[in-house]
């Protein structure tokens, strides 16, 4: 097979390069490069997608695809490619984020719930639209290539080696850096939450494997369903920790400062919004009887966590508690 990723030099469209390569795939990667490099093996176009003749070099005289990868989230970008390869693809796969769709609360849900109003333009300014974005570049793809030639994987969260927002990474490097009395370890008191993880290489695979077949379809490409408890004792165990876990509650944690989610001074993958609480439940049913496959999530972690120690002394961590914040936080919970 011959293979374009659009991108390729980050988390994901890295993911997806190695595995089509390991896969026997002749591959090519169109990026700038800003993220780094691309995989061993693959074949690098430099290139600039926001610019007329970004495309150029991979639609020119005599191209052929037999599938092209896109992660972009900007419609313009995805507008374009979408014009320029049509004529010379012949299968579109396209990853999405479950961010598109307009209601967080349902539980236990799937493709079927309504999706937010597309943005109007083509470029995303900020994550605020960042859903609508993906609903743009999704209905630019499906008008381009048609339904039959395309798959959508709306992703949800997506950790593993390489993951450096630090979402599936912080909380095991957590379990095994503690900075409470006694190695206690500050946790939210919402062990029900539903959350899930997908390792980007699980992802990649089956992206790679949907590219092989011409899978066509639109699917929820996400982890097996799990917990937030779930998800922090896998974390301990990969850690080793034996230390106390101390769950504040949310009004608690608000009122401290604590952010949720992910970035600095957070307690990632929590969410306390009722009305989001249904984002990490989506059960990928469908893209399991496509072949999606998931690993354990402890593997998952302990790659991530592996990538959070390397990256230590180069790369300033972006999740999470200081070590300053989480011990005051404890000792105001008496530890």
Known sequence: MRLLVLGGTAMLGRAVA???????????????????????????????????????????????????????????QVRRAVAELEPVADHFVFVSTGNVYADHSRLASNESVPLLSPLDGDVMADMTVYGEAKVACEAAVLDGFGAERVLIARAGLIGGPGDASGRSGWWPWRFAHPVGAGGAVLTPDDPTLPMAIIDVRDLAAWLVRCAESRTGGV????????????????????????????????????????????GNESLPLWISDEEWRGFGSHTGAAARAAGLTCRPVADTLREAAAYEEGREATDPRRCGLRDETERELLGLLGH
Not at 222 to 237: F, M
Request: some cysteine; proline content about 5%; overall charge negative.
């Open 18 to 76: 190695a595995q089509a390569v390991a896969a026997g795939h002749d591959v090519t990667c169109l990026a700038r490069g800003v993220a780094g490099e691309v995989p061993d093996g693959v074949r690098w176009v430099r290139g600039d997608r926001d610019l007329a003749v970004g495309l150029a070099e991979v639609t020119g005289a005599g191209a052929h695809w037999d599938a092209v990868v896109d992660v972009s989230r900007q419609p313009g």
């Open 219 to 262: 699917f929820d490409a996400v982890g097996s369903p799990d917990t937030l408890g779930g998800l922090l004792t896998a974390a301990r165990e990969v850690a080793g920790h034996d230390g106390p876990v101390v769950p504040a509650a949310a009004a608690w944690l608000a009122d401290h400062g604590v952010q949720e989610w992910m």
